[in-house]
């Protein structure tokens, strides 16, 4: 993406990461059941995909090192050094000392070295991929991010195919946010859907949430004002202005299937 439309993103994210820190605090002082303090021998190792190393970080590595777990990052070789370069600024602006740290060992070294002491996991990249991790470290304690795309959902037909239009002009050309499929839905009273018409093929379809699961996307979104529940088969649903803009990114990259919560949502 062009250097304007980074720095808003770049802002954004910062934004988002300073409201969940407050509103977490906040929360943990008004219940006993959530502590604003973690056991300091907690450990994670987060696993990057090869692009986004940026967002990635803030979303899926800084937020534990912010509640003070011992949090190792893995990129892949490609983007090592840009992930270094990131990574000191970021610790650097945010206070993280020694909390954050990104290692050259091989991740399948350091997954097993999870494995071993107990750690979490979280991975970031494809299905197959944290498949094969499960398989080959089941005593790991795995969530992964790996949606797919977005897709989008609307009760009427022109603002639907509007948000598709506006969605797909701001398309990047490697993103799990870009949109896969959209659907012409009809809800209930209750804010779920009956059914679906996929705008691509006129496919109508019963089972709704069984074809979202297929597709496994990162979130769904819908027009603004779109009577529809805020969960759809375990996804994320995001009302989007006029501009096509999510109106919150709160929970983006939920993966029922993977166990990732949603960014944002530790």
């Known amino acids: 993406m062009d250097h304007e439309r980074w720095k808003t993103i770049l802002k954004l ?8 820190a407050v509103s977490r605090h906040l929360k943990a002082q008004r219940s006993s059941e959530l ?15 090869s692009y986004g190393v940026a967002v990635h970080l803030l979303r899926r590595a800084v937020p534990l090192a912010l509640l003070g777990v011992n949090t190792v990052v893995s990129a892949p070789a490609q983007c090592f050094q840009e992930a270094h370069k990131i990574l000191q600024s970021l610790s650097a602006e945010l206070g993280l000392s020694d909390l954050v740290t990104l290692s050259r060992e091989p991740p399948e070294l350091l997954v097993h070295r999870a494995e071993v002491a107990g ?5 970031t990249g494809r299905s197959e991929t944290f498949r094969r991790i499960r398989s080959e ?4 304690t795995l969530y992964g991010a790996t949606g ?16 598709q239009r506006r969605i797909d002009a701001n398309r990047l050309p490697q993103s799990c946010s870009n949109c896969g499929a959209s659907f012409l839905i009809e809800g209930t009273p209750d804010g779920s859907v009956l059914r679906a018409r996929n705008l691509q093929t006129s496919e109508m379809i019963e089972d709704f949430s069984r074809v979202i699961r297929s597709i ?7 027009p603004n ?11 994320t649903v995001l009302e989007c202005d006029d501009a096509g803009r999510p109106l919150s990114r709160e929970g983006f990259a939920r993966d029922p299937i993977c166990g990732w919560p949603g960014d944002y949502c530790i």
């Open 13 to 20: 994210e910062l934004l988002l990461l300073f409201r969940w």
């Open 35 to 49: 502590s604003c303090h973690v056991d300091p021998n907690t450990q994670v190792l987060a696993l990057l995909p």
């Open 119 to 123: 750690g979490q996991v979280v991975f």
């Open 137 to 140: 470290h089941p005593g790991a």
């Open 148 to 163: 797919t795309c977005s897709v989008i959902v609307g009760e009427d037909l022109d603002a639907t195919l509007s948000l």
């Open 216 to 222: 496994h996307p990162s979130v769904i979104l819908t």
């Open 225 to 235: 004002g779109t009577p529809i529940t805020k969960v759809i088969a375990g996804y």
